[in-house]
């Protein structure tokens, strides 16, 4: 699997730093790493008993793709766009 999905996340990285000039190499790395982490929780919880329809009490509908691809893309925009962290 390292063979294979390293070279693509480390071309993507690359992709970022350029997109994200502001950013440092190590903070995008941080973002990417929790850039996909947070689309492998949302995607697993799909389900309408899932954690964060549980949690929101149904105000959140991950099944919903309108609703995730507007609310992943607000908190991408906010992670890459957003000046950098605390040092």
Same mark, same amino acid.
């Given at each position: 699997?390292? =063979? =294979? !999905? #390293?070279? !693509? ?15 440092? $190499? @190590? $903070?995008?790395?941080? @973002?990417?790493?929790? &850039?996909?982490?947070?689309?492998? &929780?949302?995607?697993? #919880? =799909? ?7 549980? !949690? ?5 509908? *991950?099944?919903?793709?309108? =609703?995730? @691809? @507007? $609310? &992943? !893309?607000?908190?991408?925009? #906010?992670?890459?766009?957003? *000046? *950098?962290?605390?040092?």
């Amino acid at each position: 699997v390292a =063979e =294979e !999905l #390293d070279v !693509l996340a480390l071309r993507y990285i690359g992709a970022l730093i350029a997109a994200a000039p502001h950013l440092t $190499e @190590r $903070e995008a790395h941080w @973002r990417y790493h929790l &850039m996909v982490g947070a689309i492998q &929780m949302t995607l697993s #919880d =799909e389900s309408t008993g899932g954690r964060i329809a549980r !949690l929101s009490a149904g105000l959140c509908t *991950p099944s919903d793709a309108q =609703e995730f @691809r @507007r $609310e &992943m !893309l607000a908190f991408l925009i #906010d992670a890459f766009g957003g *000046p *950098p962290g605390p040092t």
